[in-house]
C-alpha cells in the first residue's frame, strides 16, 4: 500500500512534489491504515548515466539527490520506491536498466530504496515467449536479491507472457493488463484484448472494469507474497462518480492487488478521503489468509452491462461477498447461497450468517455495519447503477434478522 507519482503527474515531478505528498499522506493520517509507500514513477533520471555506468537523478528536479530525498522519507517513517525498465530505455524515453541490472540495484540499494516497480517499454523484442520475459526480469531479482537490501519487486510486463505462470518464484506482484485510465467501462481500441490469457497486445486505456474482467480467472495464481497487480489506483483524479470509485476500490482490495493511491493527495475532497480510509475495505484487502475473491457468475442486463456475483474467504471462518452492477439502471437481486459458499458444500449453502455492510457505518461511526442474519439466501437486494454492495458474512449468531432495505 502507498502512493505512486504516475497516474496524477505524469513525468511532472520534482523533489518538492514528492515531498509534498509524503507530508501529506502524514497529514492525512494515511501510513495509520496501511500506506507506506512513497513511490517515484518515471522521469526522474538524468540525460545520461553517470561516467561509471550508474543511474543518476535530474539535477534540476533532484538537486540534492535521490539518498537525500531518501532519508527524509524514511525520516517521517515511510518508505521509498523508484520506477525503472528491463529495456534500454523506460516508457518515458530515459535510459532503462536492460544490461545494467547489477548497478542500477546496488545503486538503488545504496540510496535506500525500499521498492522497485520496474516496466517493459523498449525491450529488445525480449518478450513473445515466458522463457524470455522470465529471463529478462529475474536478471533484475537476481541483482535486487544480491544487494542484501529487501526491495519489493513490483514486475510491470502489462500481462505479457503470462506472468502469473512464473513471476511468483521472482518477484513480490505483477501487472495483469495494460495500464488502467481514469474511466467506469469505456471500450478503448487501445486496450484491444477481450481477455489477458494469451493476450498478444496488453495497450494501455483500460476502463476500470475491463481490468476486473481481465484479473477474474487469475485468483487462482496469488497468494502470500505473490500478487496479481491490477495497476494503480484512479480514486480521486475525477474520472469517475462516487460509485463507481467504490467498485474501483472494493474489487481492488477483494483481489488482493496492491492498492497503490495515484491521485494528487495533497488536494483531496472529503468524499475521496473517505473512500481510500475505508479500514473494513482495507482488512479485506490485508487479510493474512491472502485469498483473492472469486467471481461466481456474471449476467448480462437486458439494458446492458451485468451483474456480477464475487465471494472468498477470510481468516477466521469469515467470507466475502461482493454484488456488483455495471448496468445503467438500477436492479434487485437474490443472493443464493448456493452460490456464495459453492466451494463450502451444502452445510454452508443452507446455512446462517451474520452480514456485515462494509460501505455503511456502525453507530459510532466507524465502517462497517451489521445490517442481519440470513439462512441460504439474502433476498432482494436493491442496487444501484454501477454500484457495489460488500458484506462480510460470519458464521452463525442470534442477532434478529433485520429488513432487506437496510442492505
Same mark, same amino acid.
Given at each position: 500500500?502507498?502512493?505512486?507519482?504516475?497516474?496524477?503527474?505524469?513525468?511532472?515531478?520534482?523533489?518538492? *512534489?514528492?515531498?509534498?505528498?509524503?507530508?501529506?499522506?502524514?497529514?492525512? &493520517?494515511?501510513?495509520?491504515?496501511?500506506?507506506?509507500?512513497?513511490?517515484? &514513477?518515471?522521469?526522474?533520471?538524468?540525460?545520461?548515466?553517470?561516467?561509471?555506468?550508474?543511474?543518476?537523478?535530474?539535477?534540476?528536479?533532484?538537486?540534492?539527490?535521490?539518498?537525500?530525498?531518501?532519508?527524509?522519507?524514511?525520516?517521517?517513517?515511510?518508505?521509498?520506491?523508484?520506477?525503472?525498465?528491463?529495456?534500454?530505455?523506460?516508457?518515458?524515453?530515459?535510459?532503462?536498466?536492460?544490461?545494467?541490472?547489477?548497478?542500477?540495484?546496488?545503486?538503488?540499494?545504496?540510496?535506500?530504496?525500499?521498492?522497485?516497480?520496474?516496466?517493459?517499454?523498449?525491450?529488445?523484442?525480449?518478450?513473445?515467449?515466458?522463457?524470455?520475459?522470465?529471463?529478462?526480469?529475474?536478471?533484475?531479482?537476481?541483482?535486487?536479491?544480491?544487494?542484501?537490501?529487501?526491495? *519489493?519487486?513490483?514486475?510491470?510486463?502489462?500481462?505479457?507472457?503470462?506472468?502469473?505462470?512464473?513471476?511468483?518464484?521472482?518477484?513480490?506482484?505483477?501487472?495483469?493488463?495494460?495500464?488502467?485510465?481514469?474511466?467506469?467501462?469505456?471500450?478503448?481500441?487501445?486496450?484491444?484484448?477481450?481477455?489477458?490469457?494469451?493476450?498478444?497486445?496488453?495497450?494501455?486505456?483500460?476502463?476500470?472494469?475491463?481490468?476486473?474482467?481481465?484479473?477474474?480467472?487469475?485468483?487462482?495464481?496469488?497468494?502470500?507474497?505473490?500478487?496479481?497487480?491490477?495497476?494503480?489506483?484512479?480514486?480521486?483524479?475525477?474520472?469517475?462518480?462516487?460509485?463507481?470509485?467504490?467498485?474501483?476500490?472494493?474489487?481492488?482490495? *477483494?483481489?488482493?492487488?496492491?492498492?497503490?493511491?495515484?491521485?494528487?493527495?495533497?488536494?483531496?475532497?472529503?468524499?475521496? *478521503?473517505?473512500?481510500?480510509?475505508?479500514?473494513?475495505?482495507?482488512?479485506?484487502?490485508?487479510?493474512?489468509?491472502?485469498?483473492?475473491?472469486?467471481?461466481?457468475?456474471?449476467?448480462?442486463?437486458?439494458?446492458?452491462?451485468?451483474?456480477?456475483?464475487?465471494?472468498?474467504?477470510?481468516?477466521?471462518?469469515?467470507?466475502?461477498?461482493?454484488?456488483?452492477?455495471?448496468?445503467?439502471?438500477?436492479?434487485?437481486?437474490?443472493?443464493?447461497?448456493?452460490?456464495?459458499?459453492?466451494?463450502?458444500?451444502?452445510?454452508?449453502?443452507?446455512?446462517?450468517?451474520?452480514?456485515?455492510?462494509?460501505?455503511?457505518?456502525?453507530?459510532?461511526?466507524?465502517?462497517?455495519?451489521?445490517?442481519?442474519?440470513?439462512?441460504?439466501?439474502?433476498?432482494?437486494?436493491?442496487?444501484?447503477?454501477?454500484?457495489?454492495?460488500?458484506?462480510?458474512?460470519?458464521?452463525?449468531?442470534?442477532?434478529?434478522?433485520?429488513?432487506?432495505?437496510?442492505?
Amino acid at each position: 500500500m502507498g502512493w505512486n507519482t504516475w497516474n496524477h503527474f505524469g513525468c511532472s515531478i520534482d523533489e518538492d *512534489l514528492i515531498l509534498s505528498a509524503a507530508k501529506a499522506m502524514i497529514q492525512y &493520517d494515511l501510513p495509520s491504515y496501511g500506506y507506506n509507500y512513497v513511490n517515484m &514513477d518515471d522521469c526522474w533520471h538524468a540525460a545520461t548515466r553517470n561516467a561509471s555506468g550508474a543511474p543518476q537523478p535530474d539535477p534540476t528536479k533532484f538537486p540534492n539527490g535521490i539518498k537525500a530525498l531518501s532519508d527524509q522519507i524514511h525520516s517521517m517513517g515511510l518508505k521509498f520506491g523508484i520506477y525503472s525498465d528491463a529495456g534500454t530505455m523506460t516508457c518515458g524515453g530515459h535510459f532503462g536498466s536492460l544490461g545494467y541490472e547489477e548497478i542500477d540495484a546496488q545503486t538503488y540499494a545504496e540510496w535506500g530504496v525500499d521498492y522497485l516497480k520496474y516496466d517493459n517499454c523498449f525491450n529488445q523484442g525480449l518478450s513473445g515467449t515466458p522463457k524470455l520475459s522470465y529471463d529478462r526480469y529475474n536478471n533484475m531479482s537476481v541483482a535486487l536479491n544480491n544487494t542484501g537490501r529487501p526491495i *519489493l519487486y513490483s514486475m510491470c510486463n502489462w500481462g505479457e507472457d503470462g506472468p502469473w505462470n512464473f513471476a511468483s518464484t521472482i518477484a513480490n506482484s505483477w501487472r495483469i493488463s495494460g495500464d488502467v485510465y481514469d474511466n467506469y467501462d469505456r471500450w478503448d481500441v487501445r486496450c484491444p484484448c477481450d481477455s489477458f490469457i494469451d493476450c498478444k497486445l496488453a495497450g494501455f486505456h483500460c476502463a476500470m472494469t475491463r481490468i476486473i474482467d481481465f484479473a477474474a480467472p487469475l485468483g487462482q495464481k496469488a497468494g502470500p507474497g505473490h500478487w496479481n497487480d491490477l495497476d494503480m489506483l484512479e480514486v480521486g483524479n475525477g474520472g469517475m462518480t462516487y460509485d463507481e470509485y467504490v467498485t474501483h476500490f472494493s474489487m481492488w482490495a *477483494l483481489l488482493k492487488s496492491p492498492l497503490i493511491l495515484g491521485n494528487d493527495v495533497t488536494n483531496m475532497t472529503n468524499e475521496t *478521503l473517505s473512500i481510500i480510509t475505508n479500514d473494513a475495505i482495507i482488512a479485506v484487502n490485508q487479510d493474512s489468509a491472502g485469498s483473492p475473491a472469486t467471481r461466481q457468475w456474471k449476467r448480462s442486463v437486458s439494458e446492458g452491462g451485468y451483474l456480477e456475483l464475487w465471494s472468498g474467504s477470510l481468516v477466521n471462518s469469515q467470507f466475502i461477498i461482493a454484488l456488483m452492477n455495471t448496468s445503467p439502471t438500477n436492479q434487485t437481486v437474490t443472493v443464493s447461497f448456493e452460490d456464495v459458499f459453492i466451494d463450502q458444500g451444502a452445510a454452508y449453502q443452507t446455512g446462517t450468517f451474520t452480514l456485515t455492510d462494509l460501505w455503511q457505518k456502525d453507530d459510532q461511526g466507524n465502517w462497517g455495519k451489521e445490517v442481519g442474519t440470513y439462512t441460504a439466501q439474502i433476498p432482494n437486494v436493491e442496487i444501484g447503477s454501477h454500484q457495489v454492495k460488500v458484506w462480510k458474512a460470519t458464521l452463525p449468531s442470534s442477532s434478529s434478522k433485520r429488513d432487506v432495505a437496510d442492505l
